[in-house]
T-cell receptor
């Protein structure tokens, strides 16, 4: 299928190494931050979220770090596997209302076997 | 329920023709969203429904675009008099009304190519 990764920043990682994907956001009113993974030909898939009153949250092999001072978000993937190859998007949403989710620019992760 | 379903998956049309996309959300989700994604970009918000009510429309949604969600179940997105700039992936997502993060479940998308 057609790749959604063209013209995107690309991170190449050796299989088994850890990956760190970064994201900057601009809306100080955002209440939740969410990471999505998008594989070629598919819609984005939820990975993990973090609330603005937290600075770290861990999932299975993934950790999200939030630095509100510099408006920076990162996704760490431990022991990166070939199946992790995809485009990763950070997204933000405000509390209240209908919580529109706004997506940032993606990063393409290439895992080298 | 196997998730969010979108049809057709691919549509090729000539400029000036009308096209319609359908989205079937997860049945218990009352929130439904349409996004547009072009190559190399993140999804851009188009419109939002809560049940059958269309509560928000992006400035990206010109008057050639119309979306409906009759009875608060499936939704359709129609583009009239298509232009080459409409070529994109149209993504539908749904979510339940709940506290916490608004976690969207996306369909696989409908890819539109306007010749």
């Amino acid at each position: 299928g057609e790749s959604v990764g063209l013209h995107l920043p690309t991170l190449s990682v050796q299989e088994g190494d850890n990956s760190i994907i970064n994201c900057a956001y601009s809306n100080s009113a955002s209440d939740y931050f969410i990471w999505y993974k998008q594989e070629s030909g598919k819609g984005p898939q939820f990975i993990i979220d973090i609330r603005s009153n937290m600075d770290k949250r861990q999932g299975q092999r993934v950790t999200v770090l939030l630095n509100k001072t510099v408006k920076h978000l990162s996704l760490q993937i431990a022991a990166t596997q070939p199946g992790d190859s995809a485009v990763y998007f950070c997204a933000e949403t405000e509390a209240g209302g209908y919580q529109k989710v706004t997506f940032g620019t993606g990063t393409k992760l290439q895992v080298i076997p | 329920d196997t998730g969010v379903s979108q049809n057709p998956r691919h549509k090729i049309t000539k400029r000036g023709q009308n096209v319609t996309f359908r989205c079937d959300p997860i049945s218990e989700h009352n929130r439904l969203y349409w996004y547009r994604q072009t190559l190399g970009q993140g999804p851009e918000f188009l419109t939002y429904f809560q049940n059958e009510a269309q509560l928000e429309k992006s400035r990206l949604l010109s008057d050639r675009f119309s979306a409906e969600r009759p009875k608060g179940s499936f939704s359709t997105l129609e583009i009239q008099r298509t232009e080459q700039g409409d070529s994109a992936m149209y993504l539908c997502a749904s979510s339940p009304r709940q506290s916490g993060a608004n976690v969207l479940t996306f369909g696989a998308g409908s890819r539109l190519t306007v010749l």
